[in-house]
């Protein structure tokens, strides 16, 4: 077959180099459609269901929602993992499927489980699937800059930018974050309601009943038809304060006579701050599960700077992170790879083979192989990111093997005089190449088998390294078919007949090179000996050198996380993130930029809690550092972190951050998991394996949430007083909800935007426990009493969160390591925790994060 193939690519020179300029040119057009990102997808088959309960406790929502959800979702074929974090009005509902599971098939059986439950839930639950994303999605984040009030840049961002952006093919969401929600305020005046007889039901009502506007249908005149248009919806302040209620004593009583009516803003779970100076608008561009990172963010960057001309004058769009500058430089760090190891490549060729003709020739094997390769790249499906090109950069040094060994042997066989001078030089290269092709083939045969059990890696492993195994395996397919078609193609027309003598390098290291040989071959015993010798002392050194997943990447940027005292409030929470971003700017000159988020975002893809703090610190280039060092720089910053008591950080980046929230539900290089069922207890457990874990050598930024010390005002509701004014504990809650968290009742259309309408109790009500103590409620029958006829306020302590994973509740300490190998870590934390940590019956630690990755990397490796 091959001395065939050889044999057809000689008798068609010409056609053999058409096709090879064809194959150049299906490689760029390959190149050019490979979906370009920094980094593999390596995210699982996930289905989020984000629900939103305002008013409930975390364990409210662990009970009431996320605990029948689970038990409904559980058993979904193919389900690999079923985690849930549930904190305050919020639950996060997280499914992992076995790997290859179709994204949409695994959505669908999330969305069947889901309504079969849903009706179950409390009225107030809203939400359902999150957008189809990964960890990696997160691609460009913005903020809008200008002379405009928080709620008015919220306003634009949510109604003119964010609609235009989600438009774009691959976008999955724009997550709009920070800002005040613009809101109808409807706050009663229980005073007046009870003068006038008037409940909250009624005046609720009223209000819902007045909202829209709607069709009656058609009314004929003559040859023409007229539509019939209701026009009930309210487009003002004023509108809504002449909404009737009822008729008292002839009197037509209106919104406005028993309530206060303005603009107003939906309750805040969460704030973004900027470089010290105040509060930011914020959006955040999610594409799609398998997009082209590189082609979208380009398609954005087009269409913000067609959304920036139509902004209002002084606004502009302002970016901080786009991840296209990640992928350029990534792609650019291994094209420059490869540039010098083609050139270094070519220069050796020239040395040893001595012949500039022959070295060409074998050089032009590099862009032809490369070129193919990217073919099978996008044939098979292949991203171009640093594994991928990494891989390639690998095979350079291999892809010229095959052809200097044909090259090398068509040289020898055109230097020397043939016995039969009737043979041409056509066929010299004919009989070179044949006689060289099996060993060629069995020599790349070998090379490519020894990277095939990285095929074999499963999970994150798998996704990371199959890229870099097939990527070699392709290129040397390439080489190899190239090296017995084009190469003896290209030496039959550029290689000369006549003698040819080795170069100097060469008969230099051949001198050098044949006595050791001939000592060896003299001494075969002791060669046996000496490498077995050194094969048993390799095996003896492996257990002691240092493992560990793979090297993090520079993702260039810095974040920051804080974590503040539970207890926080919002506007507490901004204060000290504008206070630690200013000590930073003041004393850090290598930051540009700091964007910091405190608590929830809109979409509840990731719902922290007031007390916590995503800081991202946009770095200026290293060319400008003092010193150009990351480690120090990260020293540095943590410096002045520290100066703030009371406030735990810990460091990452965006990317990395992401991945380890997918592989454990945590973020760090190691993450230890205590499962257990009470929270005081795995409370308990988490601090002194945090203690414990802080002082192995090599942690590094040992972190825990703090989950407990969230202060709850409960409302003890006296049954049999409520009963004797015909109210039941839930009649209590609606009406405090209400009161505090604010009931949406309805949306207004006004110039294309829908703003809620939102019940609400007056402002003052929310910054004091006396005056929600003394809060006069209107019964049913137009009585009105104080809260504190049929409930007292219990001050108590709570949880921040409750997670659980498969249908177990677990706390998480998480720890980065520095200064040594990952595995001789986690083997020296295990120890420790075991001898000082003693677990009571029913609890049980896994240890999790990147070492569990490199683990069952390991143990695969060691089988195949």
């Known amino acids: 077959m091959m001395n065939s193939l050889i044999e057809t690519a000689l008798a068609r020179r010409w056609f053999v180099l058409a096709l090879a300029l064809v194959l150049a040119g299906l490689g760029v057009r390959a190149f050019q459609q490979i979906p370009i990102d920094a980094f593999p997808d390596v995210s699982t088959t996930q289905v989020k269901l984000i629900l939103k309960a305002p008013g409930m406790t975390p364990e409210e929502v662990e009970s009431r929602i996320a605990q029948p959800v689970e038990t409904e979702l559980l058993g979904i074929p193919k389900q690999t993992i079923l985690r849930s974090q549930s904190k305050n009005a919020l639950v996060d509902i997280t499914v992992d499927f076995a790997e290859g599971t179709d994204i949409y098939w695994a959505r669908q059986q999330v969305a069947e489980r889901f309504a079969n439950v849903k009706g179950d839930l409390p009225?107030?639950?809203?939400?359902?699937?999150?957008?189809?994303?990964?960890?990696?999605?997160?691609?460009?984040?913005?903020?809008?800059?200008?002379?405009?009030?928080?709620?008015?840049?919220?306003?634009?961002?949510?109604?003119?930018v964010r609609p235009q952006l989600r438009a774009i093919p691959g976008v999955a969401d724009v997550n709009s974050l920070g800002g005040r929600v613009a809101t109808f305020a409807v706050s009663p005046d229980?005073?007046?309601?009870?003068?006038?007889?008037?409940?909250?039901?009624?005046?609720?009502?009223?209000?819902?009943?007045?909202?829209?506007?709607?069709?009656?249908g058609r009314v004929n005149e003559g040859e023409e038809t007229w539509v019939v248009r209701v026009n009930g919806g309210i487009g003002s302040l004023e509108d809504l304060r002449h909404v009737g209620i009822k008729i008292v004593d002839g009197v037509v009583v209106t919104v406005g006579d028993v309530a206060r009516v303005e603009l107003g803003e939906m309750t805040r779970y969460g704030a973004?701050?900027?470089?010290?100076?105040?509060?930011?608008?914020?959006?955040?561009?999610?594409?799609?599960?398998?997009?082209?990172?590189?082609?979208?963010?380009?398609?954005?960057?087009?269409?913000?700077?067609?959304?920036?001309?139509?902004l209002p004058k002084g606004v502009t769009i302002s970016p901080f992170y786009d991840r296209a500058q990640l992928v350029d430089r990534a792609v650019g760090t291994v094209s420059k790879a490869l540039l010098e190891a083609a050139v270094l490549v070519v220069i050796l060729?020239?040395?040893?083979?001595?012949?500039?003709?022959?070295?060409?020739?074998?050089?032009?094997?590099?862009?032809?192989?490369?070129?193919?390769?990217?073919?099978?790249?996008?044939?098979?499906?292949?991203?171009?990111?640093?594994?991928?090109?990494?891989?390639?950069?690998?095979?350079?040094?291999?892809?010229?093997?095959?052809?200097?060994?044909?090259?090398?042997?068509?040289v020898a066989h055109l230097a020397h005089d043939p016995e039969d001078t009737s043979e041409t030089p056509l066929q010299r290269v004919l009989w070179a190449t044949q006689e060289v092709a099996r060993p060629v083939t069995s020599g790349i045969a070998i090379i490519a088998i020894v990277f095939l059990p990285l095929l074999t890696l499963q999970g994150l492993e798998g996704k990371l390294f199959a890229p870099v195994a097939l990527t070699i395996v392709f290129a040397l397919a390439a080489s190899l078919l190239l090296a017995l078609s084009v190469i003896p193609v290209l030496a039959s027309i550029l290689l000369k007949q006549g003698a040819h003598t080795d170069p100097w390098l060469l008969r230099k290291a051949q001198g050098l090179y044949t006595p050791l040989l001939d000592r060896a071959l003299a001494r075969p015993k002791i060669v046996y000996a000496t490498a077995g010798v050194l094969m048993l002392a390799a095996v003896g050194v492996?257990?002691?050198?240092?493992?560990?997943?793979?090297?993090?990447?520079?993702?260039?940027?810095?974040?920051?996380?804080?974590e503040k005292l539970p207890s926080i409030s919002l506007e507490e929470a901004v204060a000290q993130d504008l206070r630690v971003q200013q000590a930073l700017l003041k004393n850090i000159p290598e930051i540009r930029r700091i964007v910091a988020r405190?608590?929830?975002?809109?979409?509840g893809l990731d719902p922290m809690g007031l007390n916590d703090t995503d800081s991202f610190l946009v770095l200026k280039p290293m060319a400008e550092w003092r010193r150009p060092d990351k480690e120090w720089l990260i020293g540095e910053i943590r410096t002045v972190v520290e100066?703030?008591?009371?406030?735990?950080?810990?460091?990452?980046?965006?990317?990395?951050?992401?991945?380890?929230?997918?592989?454990?539900?945590?973020?760090?290089?190691?993450?230890?998991?205590?499962?257990?069922?009470?929270?005081?207890?795995?409370n308990r457990l988490t601090g002194e394996i945090f203690n414990v874990v802080g002082k192995v050598p090599g942690a590094s930024d040992v972190y825990t949430q703090q989950n407990a010390g969230v202060q709850y005002l409960q409302a003890e509701v006296d049954r049999n007083a409520a009963a004797r004014f015909g109210l039941s504990a839930d009649d209590i809650a609606m009406l405090l909800r209400t009161q505090l968290e604010g009931e949406v009742i309805g949306t207004i259309q006004q110039q294309g935007r829908r703003i809620p309408l939102?019940?609400?109790?007056?402002?003052?009500?929310?910054?004091?426990?006396?005056?929600?103590?003394?809060?006069?409620?209107?019964?049913?029958?137009?009585?009105?009493?104080?809260?504190?006829?049929?409930?007292?306020?219990?001050?108590?302590?709570?949880?921040?969160?409750?997670?659980?994973?498969?249908?177990?509740?677990?706390?998480?300490?998480?720890?980065?390591?520095?200064?040594?190998?990952?595995?001789?870590?986690?083997?020296?934390?295990?120890?420790?925790?075991?001898?000082?940590?003693?677990?009571?019956?029913?609890?049980?630690?896994?240890?999790?994060?990147?070492?569990?990755?490199?683990?069952?990397?390991?143990?695969?490796?060691?089988?195949?």
């Open 598 to 603: 405190a608590g929830a975002d809109e979409l």
């Open 643 to 682: 100066g703030f008591p009371g406030i735990a950080y810990t460091f990452t980046q965006p990317i990395d951050m992401r991945v380890s929230e997918m592989l454990t539900g945590s973020r760090g290089d190691v993450a230890i998991k205590i499962f257990g069922p009470d929270l005081a207890t795995l």
């Open 272 to 310: 973004v701050t900027q470089n010290g100076k105040g509060e930011a608008v914020e959006g955040l561009v999610i594409g799609l599960k398998g997009v082209n990172a590189g082609e979208l963010i380009k398609n954005v960057k087009a269409k913000l700077a067609d959304i920036q001309a139509t």
């Open 758 to 864: 939102q019940l609400r109790g007056p402002a003052d009500l929310r910054e004091s426990p006396n005056a929600l103590q003394a809060l006069r409620l209107t019964l049913a029958d137009g009585r009105e009493i104080s809260l504190d006829q049929v409930a007292h306020l219990k001050r108590t302590n709570g949880p921040v969160a409750v997670k659980r994973e498969n249908a177990a509740r677990f706390t998480v300490v998480q720890s980065n390591v520095a200064g040594r190998d990952l595995v001789s870590f986690v083997e020296d934390a295990k120890a420790a925790v075991a001898a000082q940590v003693k677990l009571p019956p029913g609890y049980s630690i896994t240890w999790g994060g990147q070492f569990e990755n490199q683990q069952r990397a390991a143990k695969r490796l060691m089988i195949v």
């Open 349 to 410: 060729l020239l040395l040893f083979l001595g012949n500039l003709r022959a070295a060409i020739v074998v050089a032009l094997i590099l862009p032809l192989s490369v070129l193919a390769t990217f073919v099978l790249m996008r044939q098979f499906g292949l991203s171009a990111n640093l594994m991928s090109l990494g891989g390639l950069a690998i095979a350079i040094g291999l892809l010229v093997d095959a052809a200097v060994v044909v090259v090398e042997n068509v």
């Open 542 to 562: 492996y257990p002691l050198i240092g493992k560990t997943f793979m090297p993090t990447m520079d993702e260039g940027d810095i974040l920051v996380q804080l």
């Open 190 to 216: 229980p005073a007046a309601l009870s003068a006038r007889g008037i409940t909250y039901d009624e005046l609720r009502k009223a209000l819902e009943s007045n909202t829209r506007n709607d069709g009656a």
């Open 123 to 160: 009225a107030n639950v809203s939400g359902g699937l999150a957008p189809i994303s990964t960890p990696l999605s997160e691609l460009f984040m913005f903020t809008l800059e200008g002379p405009l009030s928080l709620t008015e840049k919220r306003t634009l961002l949510d109604w003119t």
